[in-house]
């Protein structure tokens, strides 16, 4: 099928949606329906081939493709999200972003963010879909904050994460983990100030879900894996 175009049309994606079908694999479709836990109907298709695809499509006029909304299955998301990525401008991005089918952590977990230049912009964003009420919203406004690890100052990033303390849901608060992990990483003084003081208001799940994944990782030494062992809440 030809995915390079300048208008697509509703034809066009009937038509993309059977290519798609043509490409699935009955063998690893409960594996992954279980792995994502999407409601989504899935075709298993891998990763790498879902990315030449959508290379393909971006060749050519693909806000087009995303203004038809093609949600019909989980892969779709992915095909989507990928397109996403590609967009500058932060209102147009937003716009589409409002549009994405999400019900599952992998569809989020592929969508990048440029925040260079966009800083507030982007920090306003993720606040605000911290407030959502779909938790794989919140859970991007939570990845949305993976790009500001580095910040010679955390201190309102660790406020927003403060800010999700009663939150319940575990998508949410296993992101919420991995990017502590990472602030300890790319930001240790800040990170250990906060995780051993009065300020950090983490609940205990994520808490202790966030000094596990820092001693799973191979980027934090093992002198601070024994210190955060220590701070483990029982």
């Known amino acids: 099928m030809d995915l390079v175009k300048e208008k697509w049309f509703k034809k066009?994606?009937?038509?993309?949606?059977k290519y798609l079908e043509n490409l699935r694999d009955n063998n690893k479709i409960d594996f992954t329906k279980r792995t994502v836990n999407?409601?989504?109907?899935?075709?298993a298709i891998p990763i790498p081939v879902i990315r030449k695809i959508t290379s393909q499509i971006a060749k050519g006029n693909f806000i087009d493709y995303l203004d038809k909304f093609n949600n019909k299955y989980y892969e779709n998301t992915l095909i989507n999200a990928i397109l996403i990525n590609k967009i500058k401008d932060i209102e147009t991005k937003k716009y589409y972003l409002s549009k994405l089918l999400v019900d599952n952590w992998s569809t989020v977990d592929i969508l990048k963010f440029d925040i260079k230049g966009k800083e507030q912009e982007y920090l306003n964003f993720a606040k605000?879909?911290?407030?959502?009420?779909?938790?794989?919203?919140?859970?991007?406004?939570v990845r949305i904050l993976f790009n500001?690890?580095?910040k010679k100052d955390l201190t309102e990033i660790l406020e927003i994460i403060n800010s999700l303390y009663e939150e319940k849901e575990y998508y949410v608060n296993m992101?919420?983990?991995w990017l502590m992990c990472e602030i300890v990483i790319k930001n240790r003084n800040q990170a250990f100030e906060y995780l051993n003081s009065k300020k950090c208001k983490l609940n205990k799940f994520t808490f202790n879900k966030t000094i596990s994944k820092c001693r799973d990782s191979f980027r934090v030494s093992e002198e601070d894996k024994e210190l955060l062992k220590k701070y483990k809440v029982e």
């Open 12 to 17: 066009d994606i009937l038509e993309f949606n």
């Open 38 to 43: 999407t409601k989504m109907e899935v075709l």
């Open 128 to 141: 605000e879909y911290l407030k959502d009420s779909n938790q794989f919203v919140r859970r991007i406004g």
């Open 148 to 150: 500001y690890t580095e």
């Open 175 to 177: 992101a919420v983990a």
